[in-house]
């Protein structure tokens, strides 16, 4: 039942909202506020069926509570799903206002941002409902480079965790995407003196990267099992699936793209193999740290090195994996419930 969905996964609240002149209709989920309000994206999709877009909305709003919890973030996880239906054109005028109001009504447990299918004119169009809402336009700046940075203290902490030591000069690293995160993550592990495979959907990025840094271009279908020291997933979530699994060839898995695990059990079977899997929940925190400039006032150094630090984090997740033998995913959701435990304690 949904009740014991809900219980299973700890969710604090599930609202589902109705606005029906405006087309709108969406689920907020707050999965935690015990660390401070539940701050996620709102994201504007099409599902296949209502219940397909409350497991987004469950699934990602438990992902937000996990990701902040160890990002050292004193905010909570949410998020919220706006259904997409066939009706078109869009007013977002009127749809975003209604969810603005909803975001209202809740006075503060949720705050939202931009997600997939919204833009920073849409949280615009919240924000005359509520003040509720981060990501406007001109607000905060792109935060693509503080994630491919928290990615590269990520990928050397793997490296100390696997090898003993943070040096990436001579390793091979086959990165899968050269977008906003990809394309800068390149640029750094070039700095460092890595050796670049890179693929992209789309050609362009690929070459783009490869004649500007030296590196190789490896057709997308086949980046995730060429042979290569490190993967770095920075395009898609779920690219870890049976197949990858058993191809793969890099012993270190660390990159940007989020939910990497298609489902939880592809993260014992990289144990399994013996693959050290950075969990992108820790990995990819650099974007939601760059957010606290905006939430709490932080300096451009506080961001700096709060994102320097996902390397400690990643380090102490790899730890306790290795010590309580479990998958580094499972490590990193135990460190965070204990971080929302103490919390709870401390009242
Ligand atoms: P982006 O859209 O700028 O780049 C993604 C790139 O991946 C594009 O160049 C696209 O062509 C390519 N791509 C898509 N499918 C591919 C495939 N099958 N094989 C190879 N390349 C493919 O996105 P981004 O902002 O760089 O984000 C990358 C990933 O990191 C996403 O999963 C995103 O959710 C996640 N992420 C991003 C941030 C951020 O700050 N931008 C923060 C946290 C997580």
Redesign the pocket.
Known sequence: SVFDTLAAMGHEQVLLCADEPAGYRAIIAIHSTTLGPALGGTRLLGYASDEEALVDALRLSRGMTYKNALAGMHVGGGKAVILRSGAEPLDRERLFRAHGRFIERLGGRFITGED?GTTPADMELIRRETRHVKGLAGEGG???P???RGVLRAIQAGARHRWGSDELAGRTVAL????????RLAAELHRLGARLLV????PD??RHVAAELGATVVP?GA?ASVQADIFA?????G?LDDRAVQELRAEIVA????NQLLEPRHGDALAARGVLYVP?VVA?????L?GGADLFGWTRAEVHRRVQAIYDTVLRVLEMAASEGVSPQLAAERLAEARLRERAAAG
Not at 176 to 183: E, F, I, L, R, Y
Not at 255 to 258: D, V
Request: aromatic share 2%; with cysteine.
């Open positions: 997939v792109d935060p693509s503080w994630t491919a899968q995407g050269c977008g906003s995160v990809g394309g693929a992209d959907v789309d990025r690929a997308p980046i997933p920075c395009a898609l979530g690219v990159g940007a793209a989020n992108d990819n925190a650099g974007g939601v760059s």
